[in-house]
C-alpha cells in the first residue's frame, strides 16, 4: 500500500537520489552533486509543504508547494517527481491531490507549475487535474547542449 506522508528530514537521502536521477530531470542544469542535507533544506524551506509517497517506508517520490508572498500570497507553485521504478501506479496523482489539499487548507486560490513541453505524461496528469496551460516559455529550458520550451499551466482552486 503506497501512502502519503508530510516530509522530514529521514528521507533527505532518498529524495536526493531521486532528485538528481537522470529520469527525473535528464540532462537538464540542476546540482547533480546535491548532498541530502541541500535536499533537506529545499523540503523544510520556510513557505514550504513538503510531502513524500511511501510504500514501507522506501520512498517513491515527493512533492513539494512552495507559497508565494506579498501580492501573490494567493498563489503557490509545486513540483512533484516519482521514481522511474514505480511510474504508472498513481504515485503522481496522490501526490498532486495532496499537494492540492494542502494548497487549499492553506487558503491558496491560484496553483502553478511550469514542466518541460516534452514531458507529455506529466502534462497529461496536470491536464486530468484540471491545470490548464497558460503559456509557452520558447527555449527556455536546457538539457544537455539542447533548449527546450517550458509550459506554463495553473489550475484556480
Not at 501580492?71 to 492540492?100: P, Q, T, W, Y
Not at 491558496?108 to 491545470?131: C, M, Q, T
Amino acid at each position: 500500500m503506497i501512502t502519503i506522508k508530510e516530509y522530514s528530514s529521514k528521507y533527505a537521502k532518498s529524495i536526493r537520489d531521486i532528485w538528481v536521477s537522470r529520469s527525473v530531470w535528464g540532462n537538464t542544469a540542476i546540482k547533480k552533486d546535491l548532498t541530502p542535507e541541500e535536499a533537506n533544506k529545499k523540503f523544510t524551506m520556510e513557505g514550504t509543504v513538503s510531502f513524500v509517497a511511501l510504500k514501507k517506508e522506501k520512498v517513491l517520490g515527493a512533492g513539494r508547494l512552495s507559497l508565494g508572498r506579498g501580492s501573490r500570497s494567493h498563489c503557490a507553485e509545486f513540483v512533484i517527481f516519482v521514481d522511474e521504478n514505480v511510474r504508472k501506479l498513481g504515485v503522481g496523482s496522490m501526490l498532486l491531490e495532496e499537494i492540492i489539499n494542502a494548497a487549499k487548507k492553506k487558503n491558496i486560490s491560484r496553483l502553478e507549475l511550469s514542466v518541460f513541453e516534452d514531458n507529455k505524461p506529466a502534462i497529461g496528469l496536470y491536464e486530468k487535474f484540471g491545470f490548464a496551460r497558460e503559456g509557452l516559455r520558447m527555449r527556455f529550458l536546457q538539457r544537455g547542449n539542447e533548449l527546450f520550451n517550458e509550459v506554463l499551466m495553473a489550475k484556480f482552486l
